[in-house]
């Protein structure tokens, strides 16, 4: 059974980094041919994808967010990490990690999810 967990501050100021891991276990993040997607969701609001680190290592973002998003990976412990930087109180949102098959918003391809992770910006 695949397993992805979601983890870090649930608070983080305005102009600060957000940094997130998702923990994965059941699978390897290496596995042929899957991506590890970051995707989000603000209150009242439809689901975003942030962008992906494939099994390869290479990286994926969406144009809207490119400019402020880093994934990278960590292959000894399983784990994706996100960072978005200079947040503002619109990137309040639940954060998910989430496996599939291909780039982008094909969000019912995505196989597994974890639960999610609030992180509220804000002073």
């Known amino acids: 059974q695949v397993q992805l967990q979601e983890s870090g501050p649930g608070l983080v100021a305005p102009s600060q980094t957000l940094s997130l891991t998702c923990t994965v276990s059941?699978?390897?993040?290496?596995?042929?041919?899957?991506?590890w997607s970051w995707i989000r969701q603000p209150p009242g609001k439809g689901l975003e994808w942030m962008g992906a680190?494939?099994?390869?290592?290479?990286?994926y973002y969406s144009p809207s967010l490119k400019s402020r998003t880093s994934i990278s990976r960590d292959t000894s412990k399983n784990q994706c990490t996100l960072q978005l930087t200079s947040v503002t109180p619109e990137d309040t949102a639940v954060y998910y990690c989430?496996?599939?098959?291909?780039?982008?918003?094909?969000?019912?391809?995505?196989?597994?999810w974890g639960k999610g992770t609030l992180v509220t910006v804000s002073s």
């Open positions: 680190i494939a099994y390869s290592g290479s990286t």
């Open positions: 989430a496996r599939g098959l291909r780039v982008g918003r094909d969000y019912d391809g995505m196989d597994y």
């Open positions: 059941g699978d390897s993040i290496t596995t042929n041919f899957y991506y």
